[in-house]
């Protein structure tokens, strides 16, 4: 599948397993995506996300994401989900982060180290690829770009998914703007 990515889209990939890598996390996931997505400044994906505002609010994506990343990579849907049956996800959150360190449940601790080799991704990294080449072959378009990706995301319950529609980029203004 890979093959059929245009450079655009590699180049989104390649930013998220680098962003993966950063954060010493041992598969790279929908959000270093997403995360990939913002800091381009080229692209078709680009033009939308700052067509929608959200060129001026990265920060407030990536305070969304790293807030979701210390609860687990839970999303809101999960933790109400949990809530409904009388689990408090912040609860339980306070109480590791005080017997392990603030970002324990996020892996994000600083003597975790660094992991060394290939990053695999994860399965919702690979559905929102996956999506990609539903949403290029769905537009009939040839190859997959990164508009896909960023319409996959959009599509894909999960942080990325909230975290985007909370921000008001969702498939439909996606493709509006598209």
């Known amino acids: 599948m890979f093959e059929r990515f245009t450079k655009d889209a590699r180049e989104v990939v390649v930013g998220a397993v680098g962003h993966c890598e950063r954060a010493g996390e041992r598969t790279v996931g929908a959000e270093h995506l997403l995360l990939a997505l913002l800091d381009r400044d080229t692209g078709r994906a680009s033009t939308a996300l700052a067509a929608l505002g959200l060129a001026q609010r990265k920060a407030s994506v990536r305070e969304a994401l790293d807030e979701a990343r210390?609860?687990?990579?839970?999303?809101?849907?999960?933790?109400?989900?949990?809530?409904?049956?009388?689990?408090?996800?912040?609860?339980?959150?306070?109480?590791?982060?005080?017997?392990?360190?603030?970002?324990?449940?996020?892996?994000?601790?600083?003597d975790r180290g660094r992991r060394p080799g290939r990053r695999s991704f994860d399965r919702g990294a690979k559905d929102v690829l996956e999506g990609a080449l539903r949403s290029a072959v769905g537009r009939r378009d040839g190859h997959i770009s990164d508009e896909h990706i960023l319409l996959s995301l959009t599509i894909r319950p999960g942080v990325a998914g909230e975290v985007l529609a909370d921000h008001g980029v969702t498939y439909e203004t996606v493709q509006g703007v598209l």
Do not use: K, N
């Open 70 to 110: 210390r609860r687990a990579g839970l999303s809101r849907a999960d933790t109400d989900a949990l809530a409904g049956l009388g689990i408090d996800v912040s609860e339980i959150v306070s109480r590791v982060e005080e017997a392990h360190g603030v970002g324990a449940m996020s892996g994000s601790r600083t």
